[in-house]
C-alpha cells in the first residue's frame, strides 16, 4: 500500500523529471483560492548550482511564485561566482561587487524574458547587504533598479536590531529615498529576534514603503504568542510570508516537515481566507531532507500541503 508521502513524492519526482506536474499545478499556478504559494529560494540551496537551475527548481515544485535571492538572479545574469554566498572567499566577493558595478541592465531584462516565459514571477528580490554599513547610495540604487526590472514589489533584508532602531536610523532614510523613488517596498525579515510589539517601535514609521516579512516558524520558535495574533494586527504591513513549521521553545525549536511542528500553517491559511488576506506565502524548506529525497520534492510536498490547506 501506498502511504500518504510516497504519493506525494513520487508526483514530486515527475515534476522533477521534466514530465507533467502533479495535480495539474504547474500550469494553473501556484495561486489557490487567491492566495500565492511561492518558494524562497534559498531553498534550493542543496541543489546544484548553475545559470536558471534555480528556475527550473521552481517550476520542478510545482510554483510560479517566488522570492529571489539575489545571488540566484545575479548569477543568471552573468555574475562570475557559481557559489553559494556563504561560500565565497573574500576574493570571489570583491569579484562580484565589481561586476555589480559594471553589468549592463539589460542583463536583468533578458533574465526578465527568461522568467516571464517559463510563468515564473519573482515578487520580492532578496539583497539582504542591501544598508550596509560600507553601502554607497550607487550600490543601494543598484537593487532598487534590478528589483524594478525584475518586477518585485518589494525587497527584503533582515530586521535590523529592535533593539538599538536608532543607529540604523541614518540608513533607513537613505534607503527609504529609493524605495519612494522606485516604488518598491523593503519588507523586513525576522529570525529570532522579534516579539509581538517589535514594530510598534520607529521601524515602519520611516517610510510608509517600510513593510514586513514575517517568517511565522521563526516567530513560534521564538515566542509563546499566538503568531495569527501578530498578522491580525500587522496585516497591513505585511508584504509577504515566510512558512515553515518550527517547534516552540518548549518543544526545542526544531525544524519539522510541514503538518507535524507547532507552526499554526492551516490556522493561518484559514484566517487569511476569512479575512481576504492575499500577500504571498512562500516555502522556505529548512527541515532535514529525508533520505532519497531532495529539495525539489520536499519543497513540492511543502506546496501540496499548503495547497490542501487552502483548497480542502
Not at 524562497?40 to 545559470?51: A, D, K, L, N, Q
Not at 559594471?102 to 539583497?127: C, M, P, Q, S, W
Not at 540608513?171 to 522579534?194: G, T
Not at 492575499?278 to 533520505?291: G, H, K, N, Q, V
Amino acid at each position: 500500500m501506498v502511504n500518504r508521502r510516497t504519493f506525494l513524492l513520487q508526483g514530486a519526482a515527475l515534476a522533477a523529471s521534466g514530465c507533467a506536474c502533479p495535480f495539474g499545478s504547474c500550469s494553473a499556478g501556484s495561486i489557490y483560492k487567491g492566495i500565492p504559494i511561492g518558494v524562497i529560494t534559498y531553498s534550493y540551496r542543496t541543489m546544484p548550482v548553475g545559470i536558471y537551475k534555480t528556475l527550473g527548481y521552481v517550476k520542478a515544485s510545482g510554483l510560479t511564485e517566488m522570492e529571489l535571492m539575489s545571488n540566484d538572479l545575479e548569477l543568471d545574469a552573468g555574475a562570475p561566482v557559481n557559489k553559494l554566498p556563504w561560500k565565497m572567499t573574500k576574493e570571489e566577493k570583491a569579484q562580484v561587487e565589481a561586476w555589480r558595478k559594471t553589468v549592463d541592465l539589460k542583463n536583468f531584462e533578458a533574465v526578465r524574458e527568461k522568467y516571464d516565459a517559463a510563468g515564473v514571477k519573482a515578487h520580492i528580490v532578496k539583497f539582504g547587504s542591501i544598508g550596509g554599513a560600507n553601502q554607497t547610495d550607487d550600490d543601494i540604487e543598484y537593487c532598487f533598479k534590478v528589483a524594478k526590472i525584475m518586477g518585485a514589489g518589494a525587497i527584503t533584508r533582515e530586521v535590523p536590531d529592535p533593539k538599538n532602531f536608532a543607529a540604523w536610523e541614518p540608513m533607513a532614510r537613505r534607503i527609504a529615498k529609493f524605495a519612494e523613488k522606485y516604488d518598491i517596498a523593503v519588507a523586513f525579515h525576522n529570525h529570532l529576534q522579534i516579539n509581538a510589539t517589535t514594530y510598534d517601535g520607529p521601524l515602519l514609521d520611516w517610510s510608509p514603503k517600510f513593510m514586513i516579512n514575517f517568517d511565522i516558524g521563526h516567530y513560534v520558535a521564538a515566542n509563546d504568542d499566538d503568531p495569527l495574533a501578530f498578522v491580525k494586527k500587522y496585516h497591513d504591513r505585511i508584504y509577504s510570508m515566510h512558512v515553515k513549521d518550527r517547534t516552540s521553545t518548549a518543544h526545542g525549536r526544531k525544524n519539522l516537515a510541514f503538518g507535524t511542528g507547532d507552526t499554526p500553517l492551516t490556522g493561518l491559511f484559514d484566517l487569511m481566507k476569512k479575512e481576504g488576506y492575499r500577500f504571498p506565502c512562500d516555502i522556505e524548506l529548512e527541515y532535514e531532507i529525508p533520505a532519497g529525497s531532495n529539495a525539489v520534492r520536499e519543497v513540492d510536498v511543502s506546496r501540496i500541503y499548503c495547497k490542501k490547506a487552502i483548497v480542502g
